[in-house]
């Protein structure tokens, strides 16, 4: 079973997320886990960085994460949003 940790900007996101929606993360945390490779490969600045998209109540949802074979590193969750973007991109 490989390791999950977490990132600040995750957690203050999860956070703040319905518990309807909590579940949906979870479940793509989840397929993660399982299938790390499941997410697209980030190019560039982002380099290691993975996205994955997911439906969550309805919408979509990204998780971006970074993995190695016995970590899994949640970096970000939210919706398709230019702060989202941004945020992102500020990791870089």
Do not use: W
């Amino acid at each position: 079973m490989a390791e999950i940790l977490q990132a600040n900007a995750f957690l203050r996101a999860y956070k703040k997320l319905h518990d309807n929606q909590k579940d949906a993360v979870d479940q793509a945390v989840a397929e993660i886990v399982r299938d790390p490779a499941i997410g697209e490969a980030k190019r560039g600045d982002l380099s290691g960085v993975y996205v994955y998209k997911f439906d969550c109540v309805n919408q979509l949802f990204l998780l971006a994460y970074e993995y190695d074979p016995t970590t899994r590193i949640l970096l970000l969750v939210g919706t398709h949003e230019s702060q989202h973007r941004r945020r992102l991109a500020a990791r870089a």
